[in-house]
């Protein structure tokens, strides 16, 4: 009995992770993809100046661009910044697009660190 009752319980997690790791999670979309979704989205970018504002305030504002393009989205974030953070940098963030704007979860962005391989001036 005691077999079948952790048979069970393994199947019914493996069957969850399964279900999360393909179709459960948040998507993750460019600016130019995010305009006209609804719902939480996971958005990844280039941070583009100027950045404005106060991120445990109103929040902190600037424009998000395509990783390879030149479309971008006006974003705003609030909570911890991370140190990498600054104009040129690739971010993640999660959250929702409102009137046009993304609007951030708070402390949901994460910087990527730069390669030690990329040329100068990355």
């Not at 009995?1 to 393994?10: D, E, G, K, N, T």
């Amino acid at each position: 009995m005691r077999l079948v009752v952790a048979l069970s319980i393994a199947a019914v997690l493996a069957i969850f992770l399964i279900w999360t790791s393909l179709a459960g999670g948040t998507p993750s979309l460019q600016p130019s993809e995010v305009v006209g979704t609804t719902g939480d989205v996971s958005m990844a970018g280039i941070v583009v100046g100027p950045v404005e504002g106060d991120a445990r305030g109103s929040g902190l504002r600037f424009s998000v661009r395509d990783i390879e393009g030149t479309a971008s989205i006006p974003a705003v974030y609030t909570g911890s910044v991370p140190d990498l953070f600054k104009v040129g940098r690739e971010v993640y963030m999660k959250g929702q697009v409102q009137d046009g704007v993304f609007v951030a979860e708070k402390d949901s962005l994460v910087t990527k660190c730069p390669s030690k391989y990329a040329p100068e001036g990355d």
